[in-house]
């Protein structure tokens, strides 16, 4: 008989991370007292961040391994959360923290983009199967409040930016998996300027739950004659419960939810097969009106970008947590003699951070973690100037500049931190050995849960074939020449750094063979050698991410390193600003030199995946 689950947080966080990368690294303050971030200053973002760490230790940490053990069950056709959730959801919405960043016309703060990534990590750090019922419905929220017509607008945004109702996404389909442009769910117009909607939608993530009154699907679906692929698709509003103009619940639907998955991770979060139309009473309206049909698909880019954001935040979200338990336990556990004195059968034993493998496997941790955390800081960054300037009449060509980034950095953060998101939690378990292996400890539940993140909102090879399909070449290839210019000025100031300038010249010589790879891609692109283009996209893209971890690491430790001059002595600073330096360093001198040994193997244009016959691949 399984031992009951107990309700303990074990979520750790390090704000004084967070807060140097927002006012010391990417100086947020120069954003805050000014439009639209007029509420907001130093003070406040430090209140929020940390009381939401308190409230999320308090109230949805301790529900983690609770929802991973009970997982979701469907009764009577509707599905039921966890023990807990939705005493959980009612409180996560009067504390505000899903609002946080909403417009203040549907009831929000206003924050920065940045203060909401931090938001977000904490709440997903401690329970991301919770989070992902609120995560979903803030994304749909956010394409209405983009594309909706002013009367759905102001019918669904402030009922679900508020939790009062819930949202989803809904693409994909049984016959057609990624390739959404085969979906087969159908729109059919009827007499009154609505659709009938028939068809089923596969893997919906909080497709049903018992968290709000009512769910707002927002439903990939082909109307009659439209194009064939995804320009033939239109974005439809399908709630479960039919809804009036005053907000007021009608009858329901006809959405009904054919099964839940049970899967390795995020148990207690409900993946749907969801059937709309099975009685041919299921009703939508596009996004947007009658003349929004066939654009669905740049419709849900709008949530899709910001998904792909949020998987990247989820994956050092829990890597991060993973990693700081992993470190609390490394200092307290104690085995084996110093390699000092490993002949003396009498030594003492010392705690295992005092073994250098283990401290390896820290040092990587946190390299990856706090690398990761900066680039999506830095997008996030680059997307509340793009606000700013928007919003008092900026020059366009800045604006330009900075959107470009964050289109560009968009796949970097998903692909990325989702992949390494998933290493450092198994590198976690490595580092409690047996232990970790047990639910006695975190980090096995942290390990499963971040498996999906490389898989859902596009899989990892669709962000490389995004980024050298689309991103490299965006406004003729301008975004990844000034991205390649930030890291050449970055390189050209510090290369003679006294404790960094190896590493950084090592930044200058990744980057030269990050735009040579590039070009290479071009080259097949032009010769026809297309084959080329897909079979070593996803070694590409972590180039370029690696690339730019650690150029975000190593222009946080030449901060860092300038601070530590001059502090007084038993400050607790000094040894942060040490632990960035050193960061920095094991990253560049370990991981960093892979990016020139990558670009040597695109060189050798292997094609031993395309040339072996399939039938060579194995004789059963």
């Not at 899967?263 to 709309?276: D, E, Q, Y």
Request: with cysteine.
């Amino acid at each position: 008989m399984s031992k009951p689950i107990s309700a303990i947080n074990r979520y750790k966080a390090d704000l004084r991370e967070l807060f140097f990368l927002a006012f010391e690294q990417f100086g947020l303050t120069e954003l805050l007292g000014k439009a639209p971030f007029d509420a907001w200053g130093e003070e406040e973002v430090r209140q929020s961040v940390s009381e939401c760490y308190r409230w999320v230790r308090e109230v949805s940490g301790p529900l983690n391994a609770i929802g991973d053990a009970e997982g979701c069950r469907i009764e009577g056709g509707a599905v039921l959360t966890p023990k807990g959730f939705k005493d959980a959801w009612k409180k996560l919405y009067e504390a505000g923290w899903k609002s946080i960043g909403v417009s203040p016309e549907f009831g929000g703060a206003g924050a920065p983009k940045c203060v909401v990534l931090f938001i977000e990590e904490l709440l997903c750090g401690a329970n991301t199967a919770f989070t992902m019922y609120s995560g979903l419905t803030y994304g749909a929220s956010e394409v209405i409040e983009s594309f909706g017509t002013e009367e759905q607008k102001h019918l669904y945004c402030p009922r679900m930016f508020g939790g009062q109702w819930g949202g989803t996404m809904c693409l994909t389909e049984p016959s057609a998996g990624s390739d959404v442009g085969a979906a087969r769910t159908s729109a059919t117009l009827n007499p009154d300027g609505t659709y009938s909607i028939k068809g089923t939608k596969i893997y919906i993530s909080a497709g049903d739950h018992d968290l709000a009154e009512n769910i707002v699907h927002l439903v990939l679906a082909r109307v009659e004659g439209a194009p064939a692929g995804t320009k033939g698709l239109t974005l439809f509003i399908v709630p479960k419960v039919r809804t009036n103009k005053d907000g007021t619940l009608g009858t329901a639907n006809d959405v009904t939810v054919g099964s839940i998955e049970h899967k390795m991770g995020i148990n207690g979060s409900a993946t749907c097969v969801l059937n709309f139309g099975e009685n041919g009473a299921c009703i939508g309206v596009p996004v947007g009106g009658d003349t929004k049909l066939n654009q669905g698909m740049s419709q849900m880019f709008k949530m899709m970008n910001g998904a792909r954001i949020a998987v990247g935040m989820q994956g050092y979200s829990v890597a991060s947590s993973a990693y700081l338990n992993a470190l609390e336990y490394a200092k307290e556990r104690k085995q084996g003699a110093s390699i000092t004195h490993w002949k003396d059968a009498t030594a003492p034993r010392v705690s295992i951070i005092e073994h250098a493998d283990v401290r390896r496997m820290l040092l990587d941790m946190k390299s990856r973690v706090e690398g990761i955390r900066a680039l999506a800081v830095k997008l996030a960054r680059h997307q509340d100037t793009v606000d700013a300037l928007t919003a008092t009449g900026g020059d366009d060509k800045v604006i330009a500049y900075h959107q470009g980034q964050v289109d560009l950095l968009v796949p970097l953060v998903k692909a990325y931190g989702s992949d390494q998101g998933f290493r450092v939690c198994e590198t976690a378990i490595q580092t409690y050995g047996g232990a970790g292996y047990t639910r006695d400890y975190p980090v096995e539940q942290y390990c499963r849960d971040a498996k999906i993140f490389s898989i859902y909102e596009g899989t990892n090879h669709i962000q490389a074939m995004d980024l050298v399909g689309r991103k490299l070449g965006q406004a003729g290839g301008a975004n990844l020449q000034a991205f390649l210019g930030d890291v050449g000025k970055f390189v050209a100031k510090n290369s003679e750094h006294p404790a960094l300038g190896a590493a950084v010249k090592s930044l200058g010589e990744a980057a030269q063979a990050t735009f040579a790879a590039s070009m290479k891609l071009l080259m097949w692109f032009q010769s026809g050698n297309l084959a080329l283009v897909p079979l070593t996209a996803n070694r590409f893209l972590e180039m370029m991410s690696e690339l730019a971890v650690a150029w975000v690491l190593l222009d946080g430790a030449v901060i860092a390193d300038a601070k530590k001059t001059g502090l007084a002595e038993g400050s607790p600073d000094i040894a942060f600003y040490a632990g960035k330096v050193h960061a920095a360093l094991f990253f560049a001198r370990n991981v960093l030199p892979g990016v020139e040994h990558k670009a040597k193997l695109m060189d050798l244009e292997d094609k031993t995946p395309l040339d072996i016959p399939d039938a060579a691949f194995a004789t059963v």
